[in-house]
């Protein structure tokens, strides 16, 4: 998908993210798919590059926390070195993330009212982060591995469509670049798992 098309359907991209990321309800009861009222005076940087980097490292900080417990649970040698990957990839993304924040005066994801924001920035399976930790901790075997992928394969959709919103309506060059590096990398991982589960 073009830079050029996801930029003609942004209202709507906008529009169903807001509905597809129900389990990042703030605390202060703000919408989650909207961009947030930025003060980002940063030359190139608008309210959507605020808003794509601070919920993003909030969705990276569940797919780390899944990841970790993957490694240690899971029974196939695929799903923990795949779970791996994600957590080695999505770590130094995260402190990419915040340095930009930091660079543009906003606050990262632990500076904002945003109260019962889940981990994980999205509805996964029908649970929120806690619950789906909470899920997964509770399972064995080879229940561990098809339980995250499932997860894992619902939180990617949500990395990518928020990666589309900022294609669609973010201006800075970085954050752009970000998003289409997510969406590349997070698609292929989406038909890997699929190919994963086929084979449990």
Known sequence: ???TRLRTAGAA?????????????????????AAPAASADAAGVNETDVWFAQMMIVHHEGAVEMAELAVEDATTDEVRELAERIRDAQGPEIELMQGWLDAWGEP????MDHGGMDHGGMDMEGMDQQEAMASLEGLDGLDVDRSFLDLMIAHHRGAV??????LADGSDPA???????I?????A??????DLLRGL
Do not use: W, Y
């Open 1 to 3: 998908m073009t830079r």
């Open 13 to 33: 991209t906008a529009l169903t993210l807001a509905l597809l990321l129900t389990g990042c309800a703030g605390q202060s009861g703000t919408d989650p798919g």
């Open 108 to 111: 990262g994801p632990a500076g």
């Open 161 to 166: 469509e928020m990666s589309e919103v900022e």
């Open 175 to 181: 954050a752009l670049d970000l998003a289409e590096q």
């Open 183 to 187: 969406i590349e990398d997070q698609e």
């Open 189 to 194: 991982e989406i038909a890997e798992m699929e």
